[in-house]
T-cell receptor
């Protein structure tokens, strides 16, 4: 049972344009949603997060939007840069759990073309 | 800044052998997580420790065991290795609860079972 889903395995955008990565979830108990970025041969790196009490969080070029009624979140990267090319994982956790373990989506490979 | 250190980076073992993976969390982090990422898959939660006690358990085979020591480093022991155990194994650490800050991953150990 995949609780966090990223239905687009890959995305290709032109440098300077907007990249939109999508994520859906099924567990209404999730309190926190996070995006991680992963380069080959490296561990995932925390990018940005959002609490379930908010609908938007912005950090520089990165903005995460949360639509709780649709159980959907998205990551917007504007403007996209070639260095953004990586695998992006959406993750979620239940804040009240004893560990806050993260449940990951399958990942979306973003390619930003110069 | 200190990061999560994993060793070894690469490990090749034969079927039915035993492997031990080590993880050194960020200083003062009290929670350690282990994840397994198979080829083309999302990271799957294996097990976590909070203050040296097992706090949560995921899809970890009975052939695997883990512990956290007094210096907070953790080891994942894998016995009777199978070809299907070939994967990237990530360790991560956090201050509990991870919540909105997520956790910090190490660079991973790539285990190849031949």
């Amino acid at each position: 049972d995949q609780q966090v889903k990223q239905n687009s395995p890959s995305l290709s955008v032109q440098e300077g344009r907007i990249s939109i990565l999508n994520c859906d979830y099924t567990n209404s108990m999730f309190d926190y949603f996070l995006w991680y970025k992963k380069y080959p041969a490296e561990g995932p790196t925390f990018l940005i997060s959002i609490s379930s009490i908010k609908d938007k969080n912005e950090d520089g070029r990165f903005t995460v939007f949360l639509n709780k009624s649709a159980k959907h979140l998205s990551l917007h990267i504007v403007p996209s840069q070639p260095g953004d090319s990586a695998v992006y994982f959406c993750a979620a956790s239940v804040g009240s759990s004893n560990t806050g373990k993260l449940i990951f989506g399958q990942g979306t490979t973003l390619q930003v073309k110069p | 800044a200190a990061g999560v250190i994993q060793s070894p980076r690469h490990l090749i073992k034969e079927k039915r052998e035993t492997a031990t993976l080590k993880c050194y969390p960020i200083p003062r982090h009290d929670t350690v997580y282990w994840y397994q990422q198979g080829p083309g898959q999302d990271p799957q939660f294996l097990i976590s420790f909070y203050e040296k006690m097992q706090s949560d358990k995921g899809s970890i085979p009975d052939r695997f065991s883990a512990q956290q020591f007094s210096d907070y480093h953790s080891e994942l022991n894998m016995s009777s290795l199978e070809l299907g155990d070939s994967a990237l194994y990530f360790c991560a650490s956090s201050l509990s609860p991870a919540g909105i800050y997520g956790y910090t991953f190490g660079s991973g150990t790539r285990l190849t079972v031949v």
